[in-house]
């Protein structure tokens, strides 16, 4: 018997294309960019390059804010020193906070550039009307207040402690058995809230970060949607690109930030990085054009 061909299975042609995984094409973005790009862009990934992106920020962020932390905590321990020995010992009760009995008011002191006023008893914090520094803090029986001194005689006033977050301190210091500080225990205190300020601290540096990173990928967006007419047509193409090609810069620019000592700002390292990676994927793909 003879057998008569299918031509449509004759016909028909089976294209078997192995999905890389994602680690594979996260390296060819480093390796050969144009490939891993390429390969991003077929099968839209885009969530490695963002989890290595926020991972990269954050960890920055966090070696960055230690590291200003730590340059800054010599110049409160000699503030603390300086002007501890006039407040000490400092009692905490009623939800308000105690200075010993050598202030004289007014209390105003200069120290490493910080100007500490001391409230009298019952008055609010506030700006104090005669400055010795460009920025300083006023403590109050009830409040702690943060100013700074701009250009143009403008001044900027930031409650670091308000009214009921003294109230819970003050419990709370109750509470733990430590209702009086003396210059030893006033000196661990600020370590503590030394420590404490790493994370706000990263918090701030991983928003600044973030923002440069938010401003240079609508800057790509927006400039191959104008340059560019085939990237109208494909906006999520155009979106898993330029996320992928914003990985490897990140990851130099916060490696740079982390470990290098202060010297560029972040900012400045990721547009350098942005730069240098935009012509190494020129430079391949003319290489591989005229090969």
């Given at each position: 018997?003879?057998?008569?061909?299918?031509?449509?299975?004759d016909?028909?042609?089976?294209?078997?294309?192995?999905?890389?995984?994602?680690?594979?094409?996260?390296?060819?973005?480093?390796?050969?960019?144009?490939?891993g790009?390429?390969a991003?862009?077929?099968?839209?990934?885009?969530?490695?390059?963002?989890?290595?992106?926020?991972?990269a920020?954050?960890?920055?962020?966090?070696?960055?804010?230690?590291?200003?932390?730590?340059?800054?905590?010599?110049?409160?321990?000699?503030?603390?020193?300086?002007v501890?020995?006039?407040?000490?010992?400092?009692?905490?009760?009623?939800?308000?906070?105690?200075?010993?009995?050598?202030?004289?008011?007014?209390?105003?002191?200069c120290?490493?550039?910080?100007?500490?006023?001391?409230?009298?008893?019952?008055?609010?914090?506030?700006?104090?009307?005669?400055?010795?520094?460009?920025?300083?803090?006023?403590?109050?029986?009830?409040?702690?207040?943060?100013?700074?001194?701009?250009?143009?005689?403008?001044?900027?006033?930031?409650?670091?402690?308000?009214?009921?977050?003294?109230?819970?301190?003050?419990?709370?210091?109750?509470?733990?058995?430590?209702?009086?500080?003396?210059?030893?225990?006033?000196?661990?205190?600020v370590?503590?809230?030394?420590?404490?300020?790493?994370?706000?601290?990263?918090?701030?540096?991983?928003l600044?970060?973030?923002?440069?990173?938010?401003?240079?990928?609508?800057?790509?967006?927006?400039?191959?949607?104008?340059?560019?007419?085939?990237?109208?047509?494909?906006?999520?193409?155009?979106?898993?690109?330029?996320?992928?090609?914003?990985?490897?810069?990140?990851?130099?620019?916060?490696?740079?930030?982390?470990?290098?000592?202060?010297?560029?700002?972040?900012?400045?390292?990721f547009?350098?990085?942005?730069?240098?990676?935009?012509?190494?994927?020129f430079?391949?793909?003319?290489?591989?054009?005229?090969?």
């Amino acid at each position: 018997m003879q057998m008569i061909p299918d031509d449509n299975k004759d016909d028909e042609r089976r294209v078997i294309i192995l999905r890389p995984r994602r680690l594979a094409i996260l390296a060819a973005l480093f390796l050969h960019p144009t490939h891993g790009l390429l390969a991003a862009q077929f099968y839209s990934c885009w969530v490695p390059a963002l989890i290595c992106i926020l991972l990269a920020l954050g960890v920055a962020s966090l070696g960055r804010g230690c590291r200003m932390v730590k340059e800054f905590t010599p110049r409160v321990e000699n503030v603390v020193s300086s002007v501890g020995g006039d407040l000490v010992p400092i009692s905490f009760g009623e939800g308000r906070i105690f200075f010993g009995g050598k202030v004289s008011y007014p209390y105003t002191r200069c120290e490493e550039g910080w100007q500490i006023d001391v409230a009298k008893f019952g008055e609010e914090a506030a700006v104090p009307a005669k400055k010795v520094a460009h920025q300083g803090l006023v403590l109050a029986n009830s409040s702690v207040l943060y100013w700074l001194e701009l250009e143009g005689n403008r001044t900027i006033s930031r409650p670091l402690l308000n009214e009921k977050q003294m109230a819970r301190l003050s419990n709370s210091m109750q509470n733990s058995g430590a209702s009086q500080l003396d210059m030893e225990g006033l000196k661990s205190m600020v370590a503590m809230c030394m420590v404490l300020c790493v994370p706000v601290v990263a918090c701030y540096v991983f928003l600044t970060m973030m923002l440069s990173m938010l401003i240079t990928f609508l800057m790509f967006w927006i400039a191959m949607l104008l340059f560019r007419s085939e990237t109208r047509k494909s906006k999520w193409t155009t979106f898993v690109l330029i996320m992928n090609c914003l990985m490897p810069p990140t990851l130099v620019a916060s490696f740079w930030y982390c470990f290098v000592p202060l010297s560029f700002d972040f900012s400045h390292v990721f547009l350098l990085a942005a730069l240098a990676y935009l012509l190494l994927i020129f430079f391949e793909a003319r290489r591989k054009a005229e090969a």
